[in-house]
């Protein structure tokens, strides 16, 4: 079994930051790519940030220049520090994985199963 476990998330003014973790735990081979997502109420999931094995990033128009993605290989965790967060940043966060078990050849996609973040105005 592979388990993603989210933590960080919190009550935070507009402006302010946050430091989102995520944990992969399990019979893990090794992790390609690592992401984060959020979704509100009434709005679909969206892709927040992604990094590659190699640390290559990419992000959501609305957040770059104010979150930034990094990982851990040692400890199979990946990071969301997120600044001037702003209301609409309110959401809940989950991470993925692209996640080689030790007992299959092939990588699946194992997901978080979320941390709430509420950014007041």
């Known amino acids: 079994q592979v388990q993603l476990v989210e933590s960080g998330g919190g009550l935070v003014q507009a402006g302010g930051s946050l430091r989102l973790s995520c944990a992969a735990s399990g019979s893990i081979f090794s992790i390609n790519a690592m992401g984060w997502y959020r979704q509100t109420p009434g709005k679909r999931r969206e892709s927040v940030a992604g990094?590659?094995?190699?640390?290559?990033?990419n992000y959501a128009d609305a957040v770059k220049g104010r979150f930034t993605i990094s990982r851990d290989n040692a400890k199979n965790t990946v990071y969301l520090q997120m600044n001037s967060l702003k209301p609409e940043d309110t959401a809940v966060y989950y991470c993925n994985a692209d996640v080689r078990h030790i007992a299959y050849t092939n990588s699946r996609v194992y997901w978080g199963r979320g941390t709430l973040v509420t950014v007041s105005s």
């Open positions: 990094i590659t094995s190699g640390g290559s990033t």
